[in-house]
């Protein structure tokens, strides 16, 4: 169990549930326009510095789930690999690479956006995306690929799994009702952009 779990929160795994991953061998390799492409280890990121986001996770299928979710900033790992100036768009890989998505340099470098590898101080389990996940509070969560194990720097976009299937490819939350996983699913509306009206209460 987990508290992302006690929340009741939904499951997605568009490809098939990846099954037991192993968290100490878990490896992301960072490749395409940087000056070092470097594989980052479990061991690596978790001695990088944590970043914690307070934020929520917000599904186009109109869920949403807030915690503090800990990880690396993927800021911090464009860093540590000297991203080039010509890299515009981040793809993510999650594992066994059927599930892709991307993003802006410009959203992937913002504070919030993380290498995700814990939830409410617990470290994600498979089902959430664990051992590391993608977590970005400003876009629809299509873009916070679970379970990663590939990030590609590169200088044009390519459309995602689901983008190739009718969603947005900039993911922007549009206004209307979510449940809101933290009260038991109630329904709330929410505005445009990201979701940061139930935070303080
Ligand atoms: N690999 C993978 N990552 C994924 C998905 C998926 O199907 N496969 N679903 C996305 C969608 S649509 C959402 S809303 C969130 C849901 O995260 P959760 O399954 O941890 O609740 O994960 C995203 N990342
Ligand atoms: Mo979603």
């Not at 568009?14 to 470097?38: F, I, M, Q, Y």
């Not at 009718?166 to 009702?177: F, P, S, V």
């Not at 449940?179 to 990201?194: T, V």
Request: charged share 30%; hydrophobic share 40%.
């Amino acid at each position: 169990m987990s508290k992302l779990k006690d929340l009741g929160t939904p499951v997605f795994w568009a490809e098939g549930h990846p099954g037991r991953l192993d968290r100490d061998r878990w490896e992301v390799e960072v490749t395409g326009l940087c000056k070092n492409a470097k594989i980052f280890h479990w061991h690596d990121l978790i001695s990088m510095p944590k970043t914690i986001a307070d934020a929520r996770l917000t599904s186009v299928t109109r869920f949403s789930v807030r915690g503090k979710w800990g990880g690396v900033r993927i800021a911090d790992m464009l860093e540590a690999v000297g991203v080039l100036d010509t890299a515009k768009y981040v793809r993510f890989w999650s594992t066994r690479k059927v599930y892709d998505t991307s993003i802006t340099v410009d959203v992937a470098t913002r504070e919030r956006t993380l290498l995700a590898y814990e939830f409410d101080g617990e470290y994600l389990e498979e089902d959430y995306g664990g051992p590391v996940r993608v977590f970005i509070p400003y876009l629809w969560g299509y873009k916070s690929a679970k379970s990663v194990v590939k990030i590609v720097l590169m200088d044009h976009y390519v459309p995602g799994f689901w983008e190739q299937r009718g969603y947005t490819d900039d993911a922007h939350i549009e206004a209307g009702n979510v449940r809101d996983m933290n009260e038991g699913g109630r329904i709330r509306p929410i505005p445009d952009g990201e979701v940061i009206r139930f935070l303080d209460e």
